[in-house]
């Protein structure tokens, strides 16, 4: 999804909040785990069925001031934890009958807009991309790797075509003045050959970076692990993708699931949107 600047007034909406509702079915009742809350979207609409309890984990620590508010409402049936979703298995779960586990793994409007996090390329200042609950940033990324690294950044996490151009550029641009998110959307529109007139140049690139600051990649494959351990019989597992390279492993994951346990259809129900 593409980084781009919100409204102030506009709130964030899940794009599969529905979806998610119809497969998860928490009319039927039963824990759920929410391991991506940004918001709180998806825990709202399940905390608003009856006989329902919801725990709900988010590494952004501006999550925990919007689930303090909701714990007002449902102090009883929703727990919050400021953790990453790999960290699944340090919950403690007790006799938790744990009917289904969600990922969302888009961004917030706010996050996007957040200057703070410096995920957008229409932002200035230094650069960042930090998520929470980790201190390496895009701006150590951008002004301390080598080309090398950097090119291996843009071409397995973000599918640029021109990532030894870029790589190149920054190492050139660098060695004159520190990049920041302005400049380095500068040299990336300086050495695209082919400009995308429907999505922006930069895109592919802050993808990259942001999925190898926050290291999504393994964060995601601990995170479905956890999930499938802690789900009992009957138990669902859905997960909301935005890119191919996230598509491609959680479907992965899920086809070898069920070749380890053959029976495992009936057991934990997967579903991607």
């Not at 990453?84 to 298995?89: A, R, T, V, Y």
């Not at 995308?196 to 494959?221: C, D, M, P, Y």
């Not at 346990?261 to 579903?271: K, L, W």
Request: proline share 2%.
């Amino acid at each position: 999804m593409d980084a781009t600047i919100v409204p102030k007034m506009q709130k964030h909406y899940p794009v599969l909040l529905k979806e998610i509702i119809s497969v998860i079915s928490p009319q039927h009742g039963g824990t759920f785990i929410d391991c991506t809350f940004g918001q709180g979207g998806y825990t709202k609409k399940i905390l608003d069925f009856e006989n329902t309890n919801v725990i709900a984990l988010d590494r952004d620590k501006e999550s925990e001031k919007i689930a303090t508010q909701l714990k007002k409402n449902f102090e009883n049936r929703f727990i919050f934890k400021n953790i990453k979703f790999s960290q699944l298995n340090n919950l403690k779960l007790k006799n938790e009958n744990i009917r289904g586990v969600i990922f969302d793994l888009g961004y917030s409007y706010t996050q996007i807009k957040d200057p703070q996090k410096g995920l957008s390329f229409d932002a200035n200042g230094q650069l960042n991309m930090r998520l929470g609950l980790n201190s390496y940033s895009a701006d150590d990324a951008i002004n301390k790797l080598d080309e090398k690294e950097l090119e291996k950044i843009f071409k397995f996490f973000g599918d640029e075509k021109e990532a030894k151009y870029i790589s190149r550029n920054i190492i050139k641009e660098r060695s004159k003045n520190k990049i920041d998110t302005k400049s380095l959307v500068e040299i990336i529109d300086k050495s695209k050959k082919r400009k995308n007139f429907k999505v922006h140049n930069a895109t592919k690139a802050f993808q990259a970076l942001r999925i190898f600051v926050n290291k999504e990649i393994s964060e995601l494959i601990f995170g479905l692990i956890n999930a499938a351990k802690v789900l009992k019989k009957g138990g669902i597992l859905g997960v909301v993708t935005f890119h191919s390279l996230e598509d491609k492993i959680v479907k992965y994951f899920f086809k070898s699931l069920s070749m380890t346990f053959p029976a495992t259809s009936t057991e934990v129900h997967p579903a991607v949107l």
